[in-house]
């Protein structure tokens, strides 16, 4: 099994992704422990810890990413519909986003 405790950095976010992807980490009854650093304001990179009991870090990382998906799709369709708007056509595209481990 690929390793179920791992640090993650990814490049160019900040709390507020960070924050996203800890909370969807917690939800996860798989993590043990989920936290996010961000090493200084001028630096633009988020180091992300993840432990988990039975999955690999990979795996919960994934899956938290799913989960951030599944809650901005349900966010856009309940604000077109009180704008009274279409919801525009999805997109799933990494613009300068690095992740290494």
């Known amino acids: 099994m690929e390793g179920r405790n791992a640090t993650f950095v ?3 976010e900040d709390h507020t992704l960070g924050n996203c992807i800890r909370y969807c980490l917690t939800c ?3 993590v043990s422990f989920a936290g996010y650093s961000v090493p200084h304001p001028a630096e633009p990179k988020l180091n992300l810890r993840i432990q988990s009991d039975t999955q690999s870090a990979t795996d ?3 899956q938290a990413a799913d ?3 599944a809650i901005a799709s349900v966010l ?3 604000l077109a519909e009180v704008c009274g708007v279409s919801p525009p056509p999805s997109s799933r595209t990494s613009e300068n986003r690095s992740i290494t481990q």
Do not use: E, G, K, T
Request: with cysteine; proline share 7%.
């Open 60 to 62: 919960c990382l994934l």
């Open 10 to 12: 990814i490049v160019n």
């Open 67 to 69: 989960l951030m998906y």
């Open 76 to 78: 856009r369709q309940r």
């Open 28 to 30: 996860n009854p798989a």
